[in-house]
């Protein structure tokens, strides 16, 4: 399958930060790229769909001048968690949709965020 | 509305068989994903049905009546590995997945 590649996996940072999380895809251009949030035991919520060259569609509830959502180029989307908070603190997963048969959505291996 | 329903939680034994069933409501049709996701990780990608039947890839299987609304996905030969959640989604007439809460298949010795 088509490879996806997230960064950091991990993060820890103090409350008031902000942290950037990069999504590329590496063997095929995704015009959509999607982020996800997952709290323990819970199920993937998707936050926004990330379109390129154009601004991105958040789902309700999701706030965009919080997590700011760059998509400039075919092969990389960026989440900006801005002011992080505690309760930000949470599993980000990005997906790339491969336009190939069948759209398939290939995920990033997740970036794990801890807010002190 | 669009649905997805699969079941919470599934049991099996190791080297058994085992039926993880997912029924589907969405705004037209492009396609039945299953993604497998073990706890503390990402969900991977396994299989894609956009036509009726059985497809099969190793030891897993992933089946599609789109008349009925329904797919399932078969696992083989169960090993302790398979322990995971599964993840069934659709696809809408605007590509949209749409995300079923996922099974938790429990796999015993």
């Known amino acids: 399958g088509a490879v996806v590649s997230q960064h950091p996996s991990r993060v820890i940072c103090k409350s008031g930060t902000s942290v950037k999380i990069e999504c590329r895809s590496l063997d095929f251009q995704a015009t959509t790229m999607f982020w996800y949030r997952q709290f323990p035991k819970q199920s993937l919520m998707l936050m926004a769909t990330?379109?390129?060259?154009?601004?991105?569609?958040?789902e309700q509830g999701v706030e965009k001048d919080k997590f700011l959502i760059n998509h400039a180029s075919l092969t990389l989307s960026t989440l900006t968690v801005t002011s992080a908070h505690p309760e930000d603190s949470s599993f980000y997963i990005c997906?790339?949709?491969?336009?190939?048969?069948?759209?398939?959505?290939?995920f990033g291996a997740g970036t794990r965020l801890s807010v002190l | 509305g669009q649905n997805i329903d699969q079941p919470t939680e599934m049991t099996a034994t190791e080297g058994a068989i085992v039926q993880i069933n997912c029924t589907y409501q969405?705004?037209?049709?492009?396609?039945l994903f299953w993604y497998q996701q073990h706890a503390g990780e990402a969900p991977t990608f396994l299989s894609y049905?956009?036509l009726d039947g059985l497809e099969e890839k190793g030891r897993f299987s992933s089946f599609l009546s789109r008349s009925k609304g329904y797919s399932y996905l078969l696992l083989k030969e169960l090993q302790m590995k398979d322990s995971a959640s599964y993840l069934c989604a659709a696809t809408d007439s605007n590509y949209q997945l749409i995300w079923g809460a996922g099974t938790k298949l429990i796999i015993k010795p």
């Open positions: 049905n956009v």
């Open positions: 969405t705004s037209g049709f492009n396609g």
């Open positions: 997906s790339a949709r491969d336009p190939g048969w069948g759209n398939i959505q290939y």
């Open positions: 990330s379109n390129e060259g154009s601004k991105a569609t958040y």
